[in-house]
């Protein structure tokens, strides 16, 4: 079964600082998703960025991007010029290609400091 | 643009009683899925549907059942509540081909659920 791991339980950082999430995998697989999803105090679940496994350049949406080290079962995820907008829980998260379940890591819980 | 919808945001239950958490969506996704998220954790998948008529378990569904009638409902229900059920859940859809692939789950706002 897949797993993912999150090793940064909490991550603080300045406003306009960058930052890095790390988030790791474990799979068998060769053809798979994965996503970055942000959730604010609000609760809500919103997607940040996603990676396909067979694509060898790495994501970017605007000050997001990620690294993508497949080998090396990694993906993490930096923001730049970091807002206090950013501040919220970052959950990384896998999916097979063809299958219907997403697996989540544990969550970084990212606070921007003014 | 509504989106994934769902009903109520909060609610209270005393333990034995049921209710049903709705979720609908107008994007005409095929696939639905429920999750759980308790505190400081990930979200975990209890059921999941493919198509209108079509559900299977996902990861913690003891002590739910879904039904999938129609493209754009997708309800979770509660026979008997219990403590451990005290969570908050969230509803997702999501569109898949075959020639596209997996596309990204967009999220219901959440219902945070209390058993005492």
């Known amino acids: 079964a897949q797993t993912v791991t999150q090793s940064q339980p909490e991550m603080s950082v300045q406003e306009a600082e960058t930052v890095t999430l790390s988030c790791t995998y474990d799979?068998?697989?060769?053809?798979?998703?994965l996503f970055w999803y942000k959730q604010p105090p609000s609760r809500q679940m919103i997607l940040v960025i996603r990676?396909?496994?067979?694509?060898?350049q790495n994501a970017t949406e605007n000050r997001f991007s990620v690294n993508f080290q497949k080998a090396a079962k990694s993906f993490s995820l930096k923001i730049s010029d970091s807002q206090l907008g950013d501040t919220a829980m970052y959950f990384c998260a896998y999916l097979s290609r063809g299958a219907q379940k997403l697996v989540f890591g544990q969550g970084t819980r990212l606070t921007i400091n003014p | 643009n509504a989106g994934v919808t769902q009903t109520p945001k909060f609610r209270i239950l005393k333990i034995g009683q049921s209710m049903t958490l709705q979720c609908t969506q107008d994007?005409?996704?095929?696939?639905m899925y429920w999750y759980r998220q308790d505190p400081g954790m990930g979200l975990k998948l209890i059921y999941y549907?493919?198509?209108?008529?079509?559900?299977d378990k996902g990861e913690v569904p003891n002590g739910y059942n879904v039904s999938r009638s129609t493209t754009e409902d997708f309800p979770l229900r509660l026979e008997l509540a219990a403590p451990s059920q005290t969570s908050v859940y969230f509803c997702?859809?999501?569109?898949?081909?075959?020639?596209?692939?997996?596309?990204?789950?967009?999220f219901g706002d959440g219902t945070r659920l209390s058993i005492l």
């Open positions: 549907s493919v198509g209108a008529g079509i559900t």
């Open positions: 997702a859809s999501s569109y898949e081909t075959g020639m596209i692939g997996n596309q990204p789950q967009h």
């Open positions: 994007m005409n996704h095929n696939y």
């Open positions: 799979t068998s697989e060769s053809n798979y998703y």
């Open positions: 990676q396909e496994a067979y694509k060898q």
